[in-house]
């Protein structure tokens, strides 16, 4: 099975940035749409971005858009998200999944039930 290992969380003032990496183990990536989730009480995993295994799409919550930018690194069999802009209702554990494009290489999925492997998480925290 895909291991999925996040890091790049910490904590960090309203308005700056992190890089939160998602680093892929077992298999390669390059089949594999990644998405980036965060976990909100009481409402399971929010989608935040995903990115098609082709690279080509790159699709963003409203909440975010503007301010993260998802991408990928094939080579490195990482994803990234550059979240800059932080605000303190960003705060939450962030997890990254990865998503065998069976919907083809521009496939980018936003439910949560559509992804096939899970990182742990890394904390988020935006606080003053």
């Known amino acids: 099975q895909m291991q999925l290992v996040e890091s790049g969380g910490g904590l960090v003032q309203p308005g700056g940035s992190l890089r939160l990496s998602c680093a892929a183990s077992?298999?390669?990536?390059?089949?594999?749409?990644v998405g980036w989730f965060r976990q909100v009480p009481g409402k399971g995993h929010e989608w935040v971005s995903c990115?098609?295994?082709?690279?080509?799409?790159?699709n963003y919550a409203d909440s975010v858009k503007g301010r993260f930018t998802i991408s990928r690194d094939n080579a490195l069999n990482t994803g990234y998200l550059q979240m800059n802009s932080l605000k303190p209702e960003d705060t939450s554990i962030y997890l990254c999944?990865?998503?065998?494009?069976?919907?083809?290489?521009?496939?980018?999925?936003?439910?949560?039930?559509?992804?096939?492997?899970w990182g742990q998480g890394t904390q988020v925290t935006v606080s003053s």
């Open positions: 077992r298999y390669t990536l390059d089949s594999y749409a």
């Open positions: 999944a990865a998503g065998w494009h069976r919907n083809g290489m521009n496939w980018c999925p936003i439910n949560p039930n559509e992804y096939d492997y």
């Open positions: 990115i098609s295994s082709s690279g080509d799409v790159l």
